[in-house]
């Protein structure tokens, strides 16, 4: 059989799909590799959301391709969001690509690399509405830690974004296959679960007509898992069932990735996100009175067309009021297709990338604020192994999540093993991260 080799791009959600592909070709018989180097197929997983993810893309496939003409390797395969949205584009500009997969065709790519090492073109492009497709995966994440999507698609439609459009409306896994998963990955040893879709609140609506992500919440924490982590929170639909799941289950961290994108009514309105200002501000009073210690992560967007100086005050002063404690903080990119896209007062788009400038400036004050009120205080971090560059342990505390926020460096009198849980007292700061000592328990 043939030798595959992956890269996958973009999400966590993005990961998964890769994973499953990487399952079926196993099964197929097909030897996976780490490298693209010597591959029969690469396979090049991509996201399209915004610029940024389609020029990562947009390298990554060059490269590979500069690899092809060397002659150490064979065929390319693009798949993904990338390819389900520009499809002619990709076909027509990059000639070292060998086929293309949409969003609705993981599920063939065995037929797909098949065809493509007899020398045919493969275009699989199925319904990006159809039914969720279960599949087995391959898990590439450490042995500790794994993702576990419950749904797919987005029924959302905020007015800067194309995911609908890419992966379909919202359709739930069913409770016995999420359930199924979860169990296999606790038998594994996963420690550290996350929960994601790109939008958990809503699961379970479209196919069992009510919210159901309390009750899986409890089911998980019934497993042998450590930590269940939360990933993303639509804010008008976290109700008190939800709340109260969050705060009263040991398992689940009490950290939070809740986009808000804005936090003024009108730009709210423009980007079709429901509720306003007030909303948001009573929803973080709640959340905050009753789950002790919370962590808040959010998204915001700015120079929307339409955001002047006054509106882009409005936001630093939100966010100097509100102190969430992690932000992720990105211009707005005008995707073709999108209800933005075609908004006039466009925002220059120099002026948008520094109003993001600003307003991390003002989040980076924040969170260092709260990494000073952590010190001293002693936490529980998954070690994930020693550190050449500070001759020291690597972790995360339920304060930083994987990838996205950052890492905790800490001494320990005895070796440690990935994977461990460890009490780190915190003692110091580093370029924004903390650092810390292990306490040596008996």
């Known amino acids: ?79 993904g969001c990338l390819s389900q949205r520009y499809q002619r584009e990709i076909t027509d500009s990059m000639p070292e690509v060998d086929g293309l997969l949409g969003t609705g065709s993981y599920g063939e790519i065995v037929a797909a690399i098949d065809e493509a090492l007899a020398g045919r073109t493969p275009m699989r492009f199925g319904s990006i509405h159809a039914p969720i497709e279960e599949l087995d995966r391959v898990i590439t994440t450490p042995p500790y830690t794994a993702y576990l999507r419950i749904a797919e698609g987005c029924d959302n439609h905020c007015a800067f974004c194309v995911i609908p459009s890419l992966r379909g409306k919202y359709r739930s896994r069913t409770w016995e296959s999420v359930l199924a998963e979860a169990e296999k990955l606790a038998a594994s040893g996963v420690k550290e679960l996350i929960v994601i879709a790109q939008d958990i609140t809503r699961y379970g609506t479209d196919n069992y007509g009510r919210r159901r992500l309390p009750e899986l919440i409890h089911a998980l924490c019934r497993l042998d898992f450590h930590w269940v982590r939360l990933h993303y929170l639509y804010p008008n639909e976290l109700d008190d069932a939800l709340i109260d799941a969050v705060a009263s289950e040991p398992k689940v961290l009490k950290y939070l990735d809740i986009p808000i994108q804005h936090c003024n009514d009108r730009i709210l309105a423009a980007m079709n996100r429901r509720g306003g200002k007030d909303d948001l501000l009573a929803l973080f009073r709640t959340l905050r009175a009753r789950i002790p210690g919370l962590v808040l992560r959010t998204s915001i967007i700015t120079g929307l067309p339409g955001e002047g100086e006054a509106e882009f005050e409005e936001l630093c002063d939100f966010l100097r009021e509100v102190k969430i404690e992690r932000a992720g903080v990105f211009p707005y990119s005008p995707e073709e297709g999108t209800r933005a896209a075609r908004m006039e007062n466009r925002v220059d788009e120099e002026e948008a990338r520094r109003r993001a400038e600003l307003l991390v400036d003002v989040q980076s004050r924040v969170m260092d604020e709260y990494n ?59 370029d924004g991260e903390l650092t810390g000592e292990a306490v040596e328990e008996e």
């Open 1 to 79: 059989m043939s030798k595959v080799a992956f890269i996958s791009l973009g999400c966590a959600k993005n990961l998964v799909n890769t994973e499953q592909m990487m399952a079926l070709c196993r099964d197929a018989g097909h030897t996976l590799l780490s490298e693209p180097t010597g591959a029969d197929v690469v396979v090049v997983n991509t996201c399209g959301f915004i610029d940024s993810a389609k020029e990562e893309a947009i390298d990554n496939i060059l490269a590979v391709g500069e690899l092809k003409k060397q002659g150490q390797v064979k065929k390319i395969l693009v798949t």
């Open 372 to 430: 000073e009120s952590r010190l001293g205080k002693t936490v529980e971090v998954l070690c994930e192994g020693f550190d050449p560059m500070s001759m020291g342990y690597i972790g995360r505390s339920c304060a930083e999540s994987v990838d996205i926020d950052g890492k905790i460096y800490f001494s320990s009198e005895r070796e440690r093993e990935a994977g461990e849980f460890v009490r780190v007292r915190l003692t110091g700061t580093m």
